[in-house]
């Protein structure tokens, strides 16, 4: 019988961090984390980054990470699976987003998390603005296609 | 019937405005809204090609029939992570 898997999706309005895993899964061996951070940039015309800034639909934000969640936890036999994502303002150096899964065994855990950070920014409707010294503009973003192309 | 139509990020800054309310023929579906709102707002039109839809807080495809009441959202490209 597989091990029983604790899920914790949440979209929050501040920069994200990671969370200590207590009590830590006595039957698990590998915890694997990934946080994506906003990364300093220059703009050939609208000068340095100073923040990105997050905007989501919040429903359907969270039933798609909780889908990917329930998924991940299924196919990889995670008992930890932790998808946090902040909207609004992230500086430069902050993260955005924390991915992080507990499983029995570090291949498993390695590929969940893989396998939740891509679906995420694949299907998780959630829109990156770049704020630069002087002025914004919207990442370009990849078209989502869970059922064929709504055009 | 009317459908509250929502519009996001850059889709909703090109338009100007988050929000329509669309009157349509009983049976339509997401196509035919997205036909509809194409010849009334050109950006709508213009990245029509890389929408996603979703109803209800659902995502669907562009054969999914709409009812009165119901909330499409038009889904541009998305950059999370």
Known sequence: MPDPCTIDVRILEHPVEVVTIEPFPPRAGAECVFLGRTRGDVHPRHGTLARLSYHAYVPLARRTLDELAEHAAEKFQCQVVRIHHAVGEVPVGAASVLVQVVCGHRAKAFEACRFLIDRLKATAPIWKQELWTDGTTWSEGTPVLPEGDAS | ?81
């Open chain 2, 1 to 81: 019937m009317k459908c509250n139509v929502l519009l996001f990020a850059q889709l909703a800054e090109s338009v100007g405005t988050d929000r329509i309310t669309l009157d349509l023929p009983d049976g339509s579906t997401v196509a035919d809204a997205l036909e509809h709102l194409s010849k009334e707002h050109p950006p709508i039109a213009e990245l029509r090609h890389v929408l996603a839809a979703a109803i209800n807080e659902r995502y669907c495809n562009a054969a999914t029939a709409l009812n009165d009441g119901d909330t499409l959202a038009l889904i541009p490209p998305v950059s999370g992570g």
